[in-house]
């Protein structure tokens, strides 16, 4: 089973910027679509960004993260500027039509 680890979480003041990598236990390449998603305290888990034949954002997080992936690497990324309190959850990177997850990374953001 593939397993999937998060890295890059952190404390960050607003207007800040972080970088999450997913890096995978084996080859990603024939995963067509891997996504971020994140979930904050007391709300429902969202899909922040997937990438698969082309990319797609959250309303709330275009202009402002940007999605992309190493297959080579076997890695994932997701670069977050302009960083809002509101962003503030932790962050779970998916090959969610595969039911495989990470175990999330946290990231705050403080105003």
């Known amino acids: 089973q593939l397993r999937l680890v998060e890295s890059g979480g952190g404390l960050v003041q607003a207007g800040g910027a972080l970088r999450l990598s997913c890096t995978a236990s084996g080859s990603i390449f024939n995963i067509n679509s891997m996504g971020w998603y994140r979930q904050a305290p007391g709300k429902q888990r969202e899909l922040v960004a997937f990438i698969g034949g082309s990319t797609n954002y959250a309303d709330s997080v275009k202009g402002r993260f940007t999605i992309s992936r190493d297959n080579a690497k076997n890695t994932v990324f997701l670069q977050m500027n302009s960083l809002k309190p509101e962003d503030t959850a932790v962050y779970y990177c998916?090959?969610?039509?595969?039911?495989?997850w990470g175990q999330g990374t946290q990231v705050t953001v403080s105003s």
């Open positions: 998916a090959a969610a039509a595969r039911g495989i």
